[in-house]
């Protein structure tokens, strides 16, 4: 992967285990990706600062002609209301921004370092040998091929229609897809229902997929208590969970 698409990815919250270790390992050792790096990370908070430069320059001219009295018989009326009328849009609009960044900055920023955890569940009950043949009726071989291939709204209706017939480790998959398809809620609901059925093989990783799936859609209360019910009753992602943990304190 080239080092722009990864940096790409890291900024969209999207690197696996493999391409995070790769990130790291190039920001030790490659001068150059590292400073891209570091460019990107700070573009916000530049633009953030040239808009709080911008205004207080305005605002300082302003204020000397108000206060040099040499000055102030040389500002007409109408040019003097342009320029205040101009500072208070100009003082409006950057606030606007200011604020617009912030929030968008610590919303995204919390997205995507939950969403940074995630990756899709491999297929581990229905495995797909490349070049198999398969009844076109099968319709589960059928859904975790459109799950492995990445199209999760063909197994997410697959699933649907599976699910009368078996309802455990459906349930999980079909969560997933709902997560890979930004329905969190229903990815919520699903990681659910597996937990309470006879499934036994995938608890935990419902429970971290459920646990993400709070977080990520920005219900932290909820997505705290469960990853620390997680982290009481197993050592799956462990790492992880304290790392999560640590940051919502």
């Known amino acids: 992967m080239e080092g722009n698409e990864l940096l790409d990815r890291f900024f969209k919250g999207k690197l696996t285990e493999e391409e995070k270790k790769r990130l790291e390992s190039l920001l030790r050792s490659d001068e150059e990706f ?20 911008e205004l207080k320059s305005f605002l300082g001219e302003v204020e000397m002609e108000l206060k040099d009295d040499q000055k102030v018989y040389k500002i007409q009326p109408k040019t003097f209301i342009w320029k205040v009328a ?35 569940y491999p297929n581990v009950v229905s495995p797909i040998t490349r070049g198999e043949e398969f009844n076109p009726e099968d319709m589960e071989k059928a859904a975790f091929i459109a799950y492995e291939s990445g199209k999760y709204n063909v197994s997410d209706s697959l699933f649907t229609k599976i699910l009368p017939y078996q309802t455990d480790y459906i349930q999980f998959y079909k ?4 997560f890979e398809l930004g329905q ?5 609901h699903y990681f659910d229902n597996y937990l309470y059925s006879d499934g036994t093989q995938l608890r935990d990783q419902a429970k971290w997929y459920m646990a993400l799936s709070y977080l ?10 469960e990853m620390i019910r997680l982290r009481k009753s197993s050592g799956y992602k462990m790492d992880e969970v304290e790392r999560i943990l640590l940051s919502l304190d």
């Open 34 to 53: 590292r400073e891209e790096f570091e460019l990107q990370q700070a573009t916000r908070e530049a633009v953030i600062r040239h808009k709080h430069k």
């Open 86 to 120: 101009a500072g208070v849009a100009l003082l409006i609009a950057a606030t606007v921004l200011i604020l617009n960044l912030t929030d968008t900055q610590d919303s995204d920023t919390a997205y995507d370092s939950f969403l940074s955890y995630y990756s899709p």
């Open 175 to 178: 969560g997933i897809s709902k």
């Open 184 to 188: 969190y809620d229903s990815a919520i």
């Open 216 to 225: 990520v859609k920005g219900d932290t209360i909820k997505g705290k208590e």
